[in-house]
T-cell receptor, first 114, second 113 residues
Framework: NAGVTQTPKFQVLKTGQSMTLQCAQD?????MSWYRQDPGMGLRLIHY???????DQGEVPNGYNVSRSTTEDFPLRLLSAAPSQTSVYFC?????????????FGDGTRLSIL | QQQVKQSPQSLIVQKGGISIINCAYE??????FPWYQQFPGKGPALLIA?????SEKKEGRFTISFNKSAKQFSLHIMDSQPGDSATYFC????????????FGTGTRLQVTL
């Protein structure tokens, strides 16, 4: 099993450009989420999904869109990139909705906005 | 608003020593407290977790101590090894909010020879 796979691993964008960060999991997990990691701030929840067709906002959703058309995939879209979105983005998945279900993280996408 | 406060920001411990990382939370609805370990270039990985119905949980060299009245919990790494050098994050979630983790700001641990 590959677990949680994120692509690309690195990306540089210009301000105003759009792009999609890909996340796929092969564990048949219902719950998937996106976090951003910034120095001194830990990880902050952007968006999450409890199943195909269902998404909701986390702590810092502005500037990002998500959709969940399949159980396996949960892409994160930056509509118009801004320098403040320079960060490391992590996708995570877990088997169930209960808070004690271990979350499995991908290895991240390192995004720089110039 | 930082709902989970973590300290220290960085920690240097000699091999064989005890590493202690502390966290404090504000939201009394939190009922699940995991610790994640992150190596450079990798995503966080679950290390150990505790529910508030127990005051301590031990897994190998790693122990979580939990003080519900003080709203504090800590990670103890016994016999620290150079391979333990990583960034550690405490986190918390509310059972009713579907695994939405609130993370601390992280502690960078370096274990020296």
């Amino acid at each position: 099993n590959a677990g949680v796979t994120q692509t690309p691993k690195f990306q540089v964008l210009k301000t105003g450009q759009s792009m999609t960060l890909q996340c796929a999991q092969d564990m048949n997990h219902e719950y998937m989420s996106w976090y951003r990691q910034d120095p001194g701030m830990g990880l902050r929840l952007i968006h999450y999904s409890v199943g195909a067709g269902i998404t909701d906002q986390g702590e810092v959703p502005n500037g990002y869109n998500v959709s969940r058309s399949t159980t396996e995939d949960f892409p994160l879209r930056l509509l118009s990139a801004a320098p403040s979105q320079t960060s490391v983005y992590f996708c995570a998945s877990s088997f169930g909705f209960a808070s004690d279900q271990p979350q499995h993280f991908g290895d991240g996408t390192r995004l720089s906005i110039l | 608003q930082q709902q989970v406060k973590q300290s220290p920001q960085s920690l240097i411990v000699q091999k064989g020593g005890i590493s202690i990382i502390n966290c404090a939370y504000e939201n009394t609805a939190f009922d699940y407290f995991p610790w994640y370990q992150q190596f450079p270039g990798k995503g966080p990985a679950l290390l150990i977790a505790i529910r508030p119905d127990v005051s301590e949980k031990k897994e190998g060299r790693f122990t979580i101590s939990f003080n519900k009245s003080a709203k504090q919990f800590s990670l103890h790494i016994m016999d620290s090894q150079p391979g333990d050098s990583a960034t550690y994050f405490c986190a918390a979630s509310d059972y009713g909010t579907a695994s939405k983790l609130t993370f601390g700001t992280g502690t960078r641990l370096q274990v020296t020879l």
